[in-house]
């Protein structure tokens, strides 16, 4: 990258760094800020000495870096919720509470519950802070919660879920990053709306907005589905996408279409540059920056400022501003600053997959793209524009594809074919639906553009569901660790270098780094898991696992049971890099290592010869008397798989803790593992 800033590059890195080792130190707010003190000192006095001699400037630069870890560390610590002190998770325990909230955002619903997250204002009369999720059962009679609405309630404020099988996705973490540290559940009949809606007033009409919007695009005719893609792609709503649209798209891999972000943004970002081409002088740039800046965030405002769309936005007003101040060459180092304002702001954002993805799609296109275009200058205007998609799209694909395999394990074979024919029926639909909306909200629409550009929408669905059907261009379960993931990029970096403009010393750094890989590749693939047995939670029969020698064995009562549809299994399987599992009839009786485990189903027999259990595993509610199955068996642990009815689980427990037996419920706890 020309004119690339590397000392501010390497304090960010210092910053990230701050922000990862914060957990691990634990630190209060006060010893990190007397840390950056301390750090700020050496700094200056540094500085004084950097004046007098030319020596000082390595360790200024090493006290700069040092000084972005601590503020790093101390960012993290203001911004922590569970610091402050007025938090509602130093008040809420197990009892109910009467809990007044804000309601700031509706999220997906489940089958069952609408989701909401709210803003506790009170409890039990006190002043509280916090974000809570809200769950409420699902009833189409009762009118729905709107953002701002101001609620009453009393509910029990439980802890976020913990994932209930091996390896799942952590869902309660993902809350966490979001500073929602507590859930509660209710029917609408245990809710008591006030007065007024309030809260952030740009952001309540921007959902009130939305809201009008919706209503008008519904007296026109579009299907269910394109309403659906109108409302995800302008207004940021993804509620109304069914169930067999997202698993499309999510196997086609093109899921963050659905979710504005990055690249909607940043074709919106080039749109209005095109638009505003003629103002492109010296004296109009600034008026054409701040239209381009001003029409981002009111985007980002009406599609209700997510952290994806707030990001996405603060990275194209700096790039906008680089370009003013420095012209294209300044983009890397206004993406930098960037990232060094939103990492202030929320330290949490650097654990966002999104947050990363964006960051990496974007600097490697400002890197690579260039360079890659560079190889061939078509002259015929629409060979020019499909030969930049494909430059963006593989120098975009080689920034994101490392921390692709490390959250989602698999590889779009078409992504190129697919980019190639995405990106540019996505700007036509981006570019065309604004005036769609504009012209339906004046009510100017007529019913024929409406219904081709509902046509256009059906052809996205259409070629993403083909995509999605071609199954084998997608190579899954590549299964890669953090060593390998930074090993990759220090590889990506120091090739790509070395292509751009070859030396003697990039050769030789190309090489560490190709030594560098293959041994964190060699490493990870030396990590054997360790042999285990697992009971795994699940509504609707029974599944035990064993892990023994490198191979997995699955068990289960259900003779059409299919592993490889079956998430949970997926997940456990590309965690532990296993490529397959072989699944058996579930037993009454297992042996693994020293243990001895009793399984008791509906039948209720237990009465196995020469076998006293170490654990015994109740599944499908069998009619025991588990006080004399514990005489039989004192010394044994109880577990109740996620098969029994509640009221059983609720009875075996209450018999466990009268006499201190070990009890597990995995409906609760989760899946129980067994390694010893």
């Given at each position: 990258m020309h004119r690339l800033n590397f000392a501010v590059l390497l304090i960010l890195l210092g910053l990230i760094a701050g922000i990862v080792c914060s957990p691990y130190f634990q630190v209060t707010s006060l010893v990190a800020g007397g840390l950056c003190i301390l750090s700020l000192l050496a700094l200056v006095v540094i500085h004084i000495w950097h004046k007098r001699s030319d020596i000082a400037s390595i360790p200024f630069l090493f006290s700069a870096i040092a000084l972005s870890f601590f503020i790093g560390t101390f960012a993290t610590a203001i911004h922590n919720p569970l610091l402050q002190e007025h938090h509602y998770v130093h008040k809420a325990d197990s009892l109910d509470h009467t809990v007044h909230l804000n309601i700031v955002e509706k999220l997906k619903p489940s089958a069952y519950q609408d989701k909401f997250v709210g803003r506790v204002l009170l409890m039990d009369s006190k002043t509280v802070t916090g974000k809570v999720l809200l769950n409420v059962s699902k009833d189409s009679l009762a009118p729905s919660l709107r953002v701002g609405d101001n609620v009453v309630l009393s509910s029990a404020i439980e802890p976020v879920p913990k994932p209930r099988s091996p390896y799942q996705f952590d869902y309660g973490k993902y809350l966490k990053s979001?500073?929602?540290?507590?859930?509660?559940?209710?029917?609408?009949?245990?809710?008591?709306?006030?007065?007024?809606?309030?809260?952030?007033?740009?952001?309540?009409?921007?959902?009130?907005?939305?809201?009008?919007?919706?209503?008008?695009?519904?007296?026109?005719?579009?299907?269910?589905?394109?309403?659906?893609?109108?409302?995800?792609?302008?207004?940021?709503?993804?509620?109304?996408?069914?169930?067999?649209?997202?698993?499309?798209?999510?196997?086609?891999?093109?899921?963050?279409?659905?979710?504005?972000?990055?690249?909607?943004?940043?074709?919106?970002?080039?749109?209005?540059?095109?638009?505003?081409?003629?103002?492109?002088?010296?004296?109009?740039?600034?008026?054409?920056?701040?239209?381009?800046?001003?029409?981002?965030?009111?985007?980002?405002?009406?599609?209700?400022?997510?952290?994806?769309?707030?990001?996405?936005?603060?990275?194209?007003?700096?790039?906008?501003?680089?370009?003013?101040?420095?012209?294209?060459?300044?983009?890397?180092?206004?993406?930098?600053?960037?990232?060094?304002?939103?990492?202030?702001?929320?330290?949490?954002?650097?654990?966002?997959?999104?947050?990363?993805?964006?960051?990496?799609?974007?600097?490697?296109?400002?890197?690579?793209?260039?360079?890659?275009?560079?190889?061939?200058?078509?002259?015929?205007?629409?060979?020019?524009?499909?030969?930049?998609?494909?430059?963006?799209?593989?120098?975009?694909?080689?920034?994101?594809?490392?921390?692709?395999?490390?959250?989602?394990?698999?590889?779009?074979?078409?992504?190129?074919?697919?980019?190639?024919?995405?990106?540019?029926?996505?700007?036509?639909?981006?570019?065309?639906?604004?005036?769609?909306?504009v012209l339906a909200i004046l009510g100017w629409l007529p019913d024929s553009w409406a219904q081709g550009f509902g046509s256009a929408i059906d052809a996205l669905n259409n070629f993403i569901a083909w995509v999605a059907r071609q199954e084998s261009f997608v190579i899954q379960d590549i299964t890669i660790g953090i060593f390998v993931l930074l090993s990759s990029y220090v590889l990506i970096v120091c090739v790509v270098t070395v292509l751009k403009k070859y030396s003697y010393g990039k050769l030789m750094l190309c090489g560490i780094s190709i030594v560098l890989f293959v041994s964190a590749t060699l490493y990870e693939r030396s990590l054997m898991p360790e042999d285990h047995f697992v009971i795994f939670q699940q509504s609707r029969g029974s599944l035990f696992g064993k892990l023994q020698h490198n191979e997995m064995t699955l068990y289960s009562n259900d003779t059409t049971y299919d592993a490889s549809k079956d998430y949970k299994v997926k997940s456990y399987r590309q965690a532990l890099t296993l490529h397959s599992a072989r699944v058996d009839t579930l037993f009454n009786a297992f042996r693994f290592k020293r243990n001895k485990i009793l399984r008791i189903d509906s039948l209720g027999i237990y009465g196995v010869p020469n076998l006293v259990p170490d654990y015994i595993v109740l599944t499908e509610s069998p009619k025991i008397n588990l006080t004399r199955l514990l005489n039989y068996f004192p010394n044994a642990t109880v577990i109740a798989d996620g098969s029994n009815y509640r009221s059983y689980v609720e009875l075996w427990e209450a018999t466990c803790r009268k006499r201190k037996i070990p009890f597990h419920s995995t409906y609760e706890k989760g899946a129980f593992v067994i390694y010893e």
């Open positions: 979001r500073h929602i540290y507590g859930q509660m559940r209710v029917s609408n009949d245990d809710i008591y709306k006030l007065g007024a809606s309030s809260g952030n007033m740009l952001l309540l009409w921007a959902s009130r907005f939305r809201e009008s919007v919706q209503q008008t695009l519904q007296s026109y005719p579009f299907s269910d589905r394109q309403l659906a893609i109108i409302n995800a792609l302008f207004l940021g709503q993804r509620q109304d996408i069914d169930k067999e649209m997202s698993s499309q798209y999510a196997a086609a891999g093109m899921m963050h279409i659905l979710a504005v972000s990055g690249l909607h943004v940043g074709i919106i970002f080039m749109l209005l540059k095109v638009l505003t081409k003629p103002l492109d002088r010296k004296k109009w740039r600034w008026l054409r920056s701040l239209m381009i800046i001003t029409a981002i965030w009111a985007f980002a405002t009406i599609t209700g400022l997510s952290p994806s769309v707030m990001r996405a936005a603060t990275m194209f007003t700096f790039l906008e501003i680089g370009t003013i101040w420095g012209g294209k060459r300044a983009s890397p180092n206004a993406l930098i600053y960037s990232a060094l304002l939103l990492l202030l702001i929320d330290p949490n954002l650097i654990y966002h997959v999104g947050f990363q993805l964006s960051y990496l799609a974007v600097a490697a296109i400002l890197w690579v793209q260039p360079w890659l275009f560079g190889f061939w200058n078509p002259r015929n205007y629409v060979l020019r524009i499909l030969w930049g998609t494909v430059t963006v799209t593989t120098a975009a694909q080689l920034g994101v594809v490392p921390v692709s395999l490390f959250y989602f394990h698999q590889f779009p074979g078409l992504f190129l074919l697919s980019n190639i024919a995405i990106l540019p029926l996505l700007t036509y639909l981006l570019s065309v639906g604004i005036v769609v909306i």
